[in-house]
């Protein structure tokens, strides 16, 4: 993975709130920054309710909108190298012909995410028909191809099969063969094994892993399993309360992680082993409500290094080590400030 | 032995005094106690309900008395009137002839439409005298003798004459009022501008109201079967248009015994069925046989009573005699033209029974051949002057002149249908929009609206509404109770607020009808006071 | 499926047989006479009509009776209308309350899927808040308030349509007014059902699967959500159906239908039992047979469903 590969996807600033019947915003996504490059692997960790998906599904503009609405933010897709679009205020016609084709999306429920209505076969082919006009055989030789790159046996009868015939594995196998149709520059994998149990979600994750190692595929790997982090991504973008509050290459991260959230993260896994699976032992305390986030660093209330300016002060994401960002005042303030990959590049 | 039954006889005779002195010693020295609750029994319809409340406020206003009401479905309120099973119920006659016995005779001891328990040997006399006495004007003098009794112990209240609510297209000539509503077709025609239509627009569009239960006469009952009835058959006499007093129908004339006991009859020698078989004098007797004879319909005939009268037939009909022998029933056909009848008890509206339904003749072949299906459109063969066309179930039944009728050429309309509509305002709106061109009854709810329209006509019906008090339970069983209870009523008030289309108030039993008209008598006062005075009288407290 | 098929279609007669005891002594132990009139038939004659029927006889053997001629296809004779047998009264009935049914069905689906469609598009839109008051009106307006009032607008005002009547030989406009009349409640109820399986389907992870495929806006709509926004419109349509292709009461009062509905009601109070029973032998295997096919189309749109 080279520093210079291109951009597929920058996010900058975004913020995603939710208005809701009394008028309050739900601040999902306060100010999150992140980008992931050509052939990269970028993990997003976070505790549950920290706007890992929100941001994601922001990227695909696949939130209703009313109630969400976007405050701040850009979105950069780099469709191909001359062609770079702004997403957040694109034509929704527009994003739409992006989804599926060059940009598709895992969810982690596979067991919902499908229709139960229709046949695979349908499912899959009607991506390639929709966006390539590919005719049904045509499609569905394709389908056929990727079913069983995925890794599912028989293809040819389980084709023609309904959702409910597949188990919980298997299904999450077709989500990833139906992602793929259109060979897209980005995959948004969201928690996509949370919902398995141990062997399957290894074995999907290898499938995962084959795919990127074949194709070099940009993914943005959403997880709670700082095991299938370090394992995979190559960078890491830590969230919390609607901000990445801190970003870095995974070994720089996994060996020093600088934001007191993060060290917390990192202290209650008791082994780096990549084919352990642990959830995250929530840090003390409980995460913040959305609609009243704590003034200043919005982690103070559970942080135990907590001092005078934490509460006043929002601190701004650093660049505290050579692409090791960080925002905590316990570094050094005079650091210079994260500016997305151009200014990295530098 | 004989002295020993002239003790118990004695004996008895001492017992009853002294029970009755005791009785009336207990009654002297008690106290008045208060009135018990009541309640009045109706059935289902609006306007029912309204009266009811009406006459529950009247009695708790002038009596103080606690009236409840209770509203059943039609045949659950028919049991309970035949089994007595109520205090007050509201009840309704229409008459099936025009003749004052039609209602005297159902206050009679044990009649199936007494309903009310009471029972008095003086006026039970009456009716039956009545009906030995051939003048109507002295006959109407024994109906008054008992319609005295009938008012003075107050088995029923007597509430109004009903009105006809006839709403009719002005274009509709030849069409009468009368008491009995009943509008033969063969005097009907339509006119346009002053002159009588076009043979092709000769057509009246009817609603009889409900699709009839059937088209043979021997079995039919209501009054929608009887306006198609008239139609399709004709009796022995028919009614006046005007005044309905009988005139010849098939029997073009009648002779009649001097014991008023023996009719002879001639039939017209050009009465025809429809298929245009003659009408003969053993079609009437074979008809007639049917009817009284339970072993001949097919469906026992609702009304063979009405044949009681036929001499020899009244234990046939009623089970008394369980095979007919018809040479003991008196009805001869003497020829093809003449038939004799010979009655049980000298009936002096005999003349009007012939022109019921159930008198109408059917042709023989035609029942025999078809059965149960014989009157259907494509069997039905009659003798009136008109014949069924189409019979649509539910929709329509539709008429045209039959040409072998021996009237045929004063038929002048072509065509008559007639519509089942059971919704008045349906039918209402139909009359509106000009799709149907008479309606015999309008919905009470549009009263205003319909009393301002020019087509609509009201006229007195001889139908009447009233009230029956249950004589064989307390508090009912005394007279005195029953007349205050009749007293307090206003009747006027009960005319013009509750219902609106100008009903009469009716004071004795019997409503004004017959030929001269029958004039009863006057009947209970309205009198608040004297109703409180008797029911204290009756030993009730009243404040 | 053809397994479940035939199980059910032996079982229905047993389901009828019991629907039968169960009408076949009620109307029986109810109180009231078919005999009785205003006008009292003596005592004598009314013995004769209960012989004639075979009411003299105890109630089961005028079951068994009565269910000999059932199995031959013969519904006996009508204690009313006295030239008829049930059989010709049901036949000759039974047509106009299927044609008006049918009629006023599709007319409620045509409404009632539309207005719940654009509705559950766009939900709290001005469309969805208009669309769903009106059907809130038809579900609580009654047809014994909708009916006249057609009538006196499109009859009486404007003269466009008969006040009432039906034309025996099959559709004419004389069938616009009852069918709307009765449609309207239906396509009021459909609409509501079809908004609201539509917002819970759309909220479905699927749907959103599907628009992240990036399908455009009608295929996820009709592909992905229709089918499964169906359901409860399928299940209502099941007794709904059956309902409304029996008749009307109230419809076919106010236009004067001559169709089974009315039947019903005056058949059970006039106590004219060999109809009531007849009616209910009809209706309930109609209702049987319609069961059958919700459950089977119910198969068809869902494929988790499986018979056996
Ligand atoms: N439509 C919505 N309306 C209001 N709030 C919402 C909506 N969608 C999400 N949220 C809120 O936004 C916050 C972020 O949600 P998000 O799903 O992004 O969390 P997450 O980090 O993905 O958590 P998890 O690990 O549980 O998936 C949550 O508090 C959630 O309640
Ligand atoms: S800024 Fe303060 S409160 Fe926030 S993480 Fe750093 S030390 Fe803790
Ligand atoms: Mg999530």
Redesign the pocket.
């Known amino acids: 993975m080279s520093e210079s590969a291109p951009v597929v996807l920058e996010v900058r600033d975004l913020k995603t709130y ?1 208005r ?1 019947d009394d008028g309050a915003d ?1 601040k ?2 306060d100010g999150a920054s992140f980008y992931v490059r050509a052939g990269e692997v970028l993990g997003i960790v ?10 994601n599904l922001s990227v695909l503009r696949l ?1 209703p909108e009313p ?2 609405h976007h405050p701040s933010g850009e979105i950069f897709f780099q469709r191909n190298p001359t062609q770079r679009l702004e997403l957040l205020r694109a034509p929704l016609s527009t994003v739409r012909k992006l989804r599926g084709r060059e940009m598709a999306m895992i969810f ?1 429920d596979p067991m919902t995410s499908l229709n139960p209505f229709l046949k695979v076969s349908r499912q899959l082919t009607e991506v390639l028909e929709e966006h390539e006009g590919t005719g049904p055989e045509e499609s569905r030789a394709r389908a056929l191809e990727l079913l069983s790159a995925v890794g599912i046996p028989a293809p040819e009868r389980r084709i023609d099969q309904y959702p409910h015939q597949f188990s919980g594995g298997m299904r999450q196998r077709v989500m990833i063969a139906m992602a793929l149709m259109c060979e897209p520059t980005l995959l948004v994998a ?2 996509p094994t949370t919902a398995l149990d141990v062997t399957i979600s290894a074995q999907i994750l290898d499938l995962l892993r084959r795919i990127h190692g074949e194709r070099k595929t940009a993914i943005v790997l ?1 997880t ?1 399993d700082l095991g299938v982090i370090a394992g995979m991504a190559h960078r890491v973008a830590v ?1 919390y309360a609607g901000k990445v509050i801190e970003t870095a290459p995974v070994r720089e991260l996994f060996k020093k992680p600088l934001h007191p959230y993060a060290q917390g993260l990192l202290a209650s896994i008791p082994r780096l082993d990549a084919t352990r699976r642990e959830e995250l032992k929530p840090i003390g305390g409980s995460p913040p409500d ?1 609609r009243a986030v704590p003034s200043g660093c919005a982690f103070h209330p559970r942080c135990p290094h907590r001092f005078e300016p934490c509460d006043k002060k929002v601190p701004p994401l650093l660049e505290v080590e050579p692409g090791h960002y960080a925002a905590c005042f316990l570094h050094p303030q005079d650091k210079p400030p994260y500016r997305g990959p151009e200014e990295e590049k530098k | 032995m004989a002295r020993s039954s002239r003790l118990i006889a004695g004996g008895a005779v001492l017992a009853l005094l002294s029970a009755s002195l005791f009785a009336y010693c207990a009654r002297a020295g008690e106290k008045p106690k208060p009135f018990p609750k009541v309640e009045i029994l109706y059935n289902t319809l609006e306007s029912h309900r309204a009266i009811a409340e009406a006459l529950a406020q009247m009695w708790k206003d002038e009596l103080h008395v606690n009236v409840g009401l209770a509203n059943t479905e039609w045949k659950v309120y028919l049991d309970k009137m035949r089994d007595l099973d109520y205090q007050i119920a509201r009840a309704g006659w229409v008459f099936d002839y025009n003749d004052p016995h039609n209602i005297f005779e159902c206050w009679q001891t044990g009649n199936g439409n007494n309903r009310t328990g009471w029972s008095n040997k003086k006026y039970d006399e009456l009716i039956e005298k009545a009906t030995l006495v051939r003048d109507n004007a002295e006959r109407w003098k024994v109906y008054q003798d008992a319609e005295r009794l009938a008012v003075d112990e107050a088995p029923i209240l007597p509430i109004y004459i009903y009105v006809n609510k006839n709403m009719l297209s002005q274009k509709v000539k030849g069409w009468y009022d009368n008491v009995l509503n009943t509008h033969p077709y063969d005097a009907i025609w339509i006119e346009e501008d002053g002159k009588v239509a076009p043979p092709d627009r000769q057509k009246l569009n009817f609603n009889n109201g409900a699709e009839p239960q059937t088209l043979d006469p021997a079995i039919m009952s209501g009054v929608p079967e009887s306006r198609i009835a008239i139609a399709l058959y004709e009796g022995l006499t028919r009614y006046d248009p005007k005044d309905l007093h009988p005139i010849p129908g098939v029997a073009e004339s009648w002779e009649i015994s001097e014991d008023g006991k023996t009719y002879t009859f001639h039939l017209r020698p050009d009465a025809r069925w429809s298929n245009g078989d003659p009408v003969t004098a053993s079609d009437f007797v074979y008809s007639w046989l049917r009817v009284i004879d339970p072993t001949q319909l097919p469906q026992p005939a609702e009304y063979a009573q009405v044949f009681d009268w036929i001499e020899g037939a009244k234990p046939v009909i009623h089970g008394d005699v369980k095979t007919c022998d018809p040479t003991r029933i008196g009805l001869d056909a003497r020829d093809a033209r003449t038939l004799v009848v010979r009655l049980a008890a000298p009936c002096p509206f005999f003349l009007n029974l012939c022109a019921h339904s159930t008198y109408y003749p059917v042709h023989r072949a035609t029942v025999e051949r078809h059965g149960q299906k014989w009157t259907r459109p494509e069997n039905i063969v009659g003798n009136g002057p008109f014949i069924l066309k189409q019979w649509e179930l539910s929709a329509k039944i539709v008429f045209g002149p039959s040409p072998t009728y021996w009237g045929h050429e004063r038929v002048k309309l072509h065509e008559i249908t007639f519509f089942p509509i059971d919704s008045q305002d349906t039918a209402l709106n139909k009359f509106l929009a000009g799709e149907c061109d008479w309606l015999d009854d309008v919905p009470i709810a549009r009263a205003d609206e319909v009393k301002k329209n020019p087509c609509f006509r009201a006229s007195p019906f001889l139908t009447i509404y009233f009230y029956r008090f249950n004589c064989t339970k307390p508090p009912f069983d005394d007279p005195r109770v029953r007349r205050a209870f009749s007293m307090a009523v206003d009747k006027k008030t009960i005319c013009s607020k509750v219902e609106r289309f100008g009903e009469i108030p009716l004071k004795g039993v019997c409503p004004p009808c017959g030929n001269p008209p029958y004039k009863g008598v006057p009947g209970l006062p309205y009198d608040p006071e004297g109703a409180r005075k008797l029911l204290r009288e009756a030993g009730y407290e009243v404040p | 499926m053809l397994k479940y098929i035939l199980r059910r279609l032996v079982t229905a007669p047993l389901v009828i047989f019991l629907l039968l005891v169960i009408t076949f002594t009620m109307v029986r132990v109810a109180p009231g006479s078919p005999f009785s009139s205003e006008k009292a038939t003596p005592p004598e004659i009314q013995e004769r009509q209960r012989a004639f029927y075979h009411l003299d006889k105890s109630i089961p053997v005028q079951f068994i009776y009565y269910l000999g001629n059932v199995v031959r296809g013969d519904l006996g004779p009508s204690l009313k209308y006295k030239d008829l047998t049930v059989n010709e009264i049901i036949s000759r009935h039974w047509l106009p309350s299927f044609v008006l049914g049918t009629t006023a069905m599709a007319l409620a689906l045509v409404m009632g899927m539309t207005a719940g469609i654009l509705a559950g598009l766009k939900p709290n839109s001005r469309w969805d808040y208009s669309s769903m008051t009106i059907s809130m009106v038809g579900i609580t307006l009654p047809a014994f308030v909708t009916g006249p009032l057609l009538v006196v607008v499109f009859s009486l005002k404007l003269g466009w349509f008969r006040v009432s009547g039906w034309d025996a030989n099959g559709f004419s406009k004389d069938i616009v007014l009852p069918a709307i009349t009765l449609s309207l409640p239906y396509a009021a109820r459909i609409a509501r059902l079809m908004r609201a399986g539509l917002l819970e389907v759309v909220n479905q992870d699927y749907i959103r699967t599907a628009r992240a495929k990036g399908l455009r806006e009608h295929v996820v709509v009709l592909r992905h959500a229709l089918k499964g926004a169906l359901l409860p419109v399928v299940s209502f349509l099941g007794p709904a159906v059956a309902f409304i292709i029996t008749g009307s009461l109230v419809v076919e009062t106010i236009f004067q239908v001559p169709g089974l509905g009315r039947q019903f009601t005056q058949s059970a109070l006039n106590r004219d039992y060999g109809l009531t029973q007849g009616l209910v032998v009809f209706v309930g295997t109609l209702l049987v047979v319609l069961n059958l096919v919700v459950d089977v189309a119910y198969g068809f749109l869902d494929p988790r469903i499986r018979y056996d």
């Open positions: 939710f809701t739900v999902a996504v976070g505790e549950s309710g920290s706007g890992k998906s929100v941001a939130l109630p969400a982690q969201d928690e959403i709670h969230m959305l």
